[in-house]
């Protein structure tokens, strides 16, 4: 039996073995990250009690890596535990992100660089952003370098619906990482940071893009509770950006208006003929949708449509921390999911 935390030297050494390893495995397990639930039920058999809520913002820093979950000691809040680990000189996690890339990889370098280039990048970039900006060379070391990135679950690599693979979209979704280029990289605080930085607008913008990767790593649920887990699906990303307009010419996003582009971080091609639009909010207490709000989500919808030109039904579905405020706006939502949901 052969284990290791390096999952581009087992793929590339034992299961893509050319030697006498070649075509010799009996069986391959790939251990994923633990699921909302499971770090649920391994802070409940060391006795630690904490809420979904904490557990969630727990997750959106810890991921679902055990090993960082079992360094969280008994007596103490979540923020109390943060400060602790991560921004302590003597915590546990102080130094993580530079030892993590340093034991997963013999030159981290180069990793780091395309790490840095996409944390700067929400929505992602593709193969040829990457090069343009970050002077990166396109040849084959640069498509092992993100199969190692890939293979070890900080990036993912995504198709954009009606796009060809080499418009492949490559985004950071490893929490840690994405938490260092946030609160940590090249910067000093003091003692009680974390503490001192919860519920600031800082924190609820940083919340609201981290509650999103959460989702991406919570798709099986979201399918769940929509009650489709039997259908067959497809997950993309969506990005339009409305090219410039030539005299004579209009775009769908520019006819008489102004140019507008659109992006969906998750979508859920159904073959049963909808395709769902899924909007992500983290939200203390129950979201209200207004009207601005809910003519931002048409839009966006209406883009999404005339720039596809999918013959499916579009759906747009609201996932939420604490669930969504009925009104008169929230009436063209089509299903909502909650925190509670991403538990099953």
């Keep these: 039996m052969v284990c ?28 994923k990250p633990f699921s909302l639930r499971l770090c649920e039920e391994l802070m409940a058999s060391r006795g630690i009690e904490m809420t979904r809520k904490q557990i969630l913002n727990g997750y959106m820093i810890f991921s679902g890596v055990p090993y960082y979950w079992s360094l969280l000691q008994k007596g103490a809040s979540l923020s109390q535990e943060i400060d602790r680990l991560i921004f302590s000189k003597e915590g546990d996690m102080y130094d993580e992100f530079s030892m993590l890339y340093a034991a997963l990889f013999k030159k981290p370098e180069p990793y780091i660089k395309v790490i840095s280039l996409l944390a700067g990048k929400k929505e992602g970039m593709t193969r040829v952003e990457l090069i343009e900006e970050g002077g990166l060379e396109d040849n084959g070391k640069l498509t092992d370098l993100l199969n190692d990135l890939e293979w070890c679950g900080f990036i993912r690599g995504y198709s954009v619906i009606g796009k060809q693979t080499k418009d492949e979209i490559f985004q950071l979704i490893d929490h840690f990482t994405l938490f260092y280029y946030e609160y940590i990289n090249g910067k000093r605080h003091g003692k009680n940071f974390w503490q001192a930085t919860e519920g600031t607008p800082r924190y609820y913008n940083w ?11 919570h798709t099986d649920q979201i399918k769940q509770k929509q009650g489709i887990s039997g259908i067959l699906t497809e997950e993309y990303a969506w990005r339009y950006t409305p090219k410039k307009k030539k005299d004579g010419d209009e775009s769908v996003a520019t006819k008489g208006k102004k140019k507008e582009g659109g992006q969906v971080d998750l979508l859920i091609d159904r073959s049963d003929g909808i395709i769902d639009l899924c909007e992500m909010k983290y939200h203390e207490g129950k979201f209200a949708i207004s009207e601005s709000y809910q003519e931002d989500l048409n839009n966006r919808k209406n883009i999404f449509k005339e720039a596809s ?28 999911v909650c925190l509670d949901d991403l538990f099953l």
């Excluded at 919340?207 to 790593?217: I, K, M, N, T």
């Excluded at 999918?310 to 929230?330: C, E, F, Q, R, W």
């Design 207 to 217: 919340c609201g893009r981290a509650f999103e990767r959460v989702c991406l790593w």
């Design 4 to 31: 290791g935390s390096a999952t581009s030297w087992m793929v590339k050494k034992i299961i893509k073995n050319r030697g006498g390893l070649h075509n010799r495995l009996t069986h391959r397990i790939a251990l």
């Design 309 to 336: 030109k999918t013959p499916k039904a579009v759906h747009n579905i609201m996932v939420t921390t604490d669930g969504l405020a009925h009104n008169a706006y929230s009436k063209e939502i089509q299903n909502e």
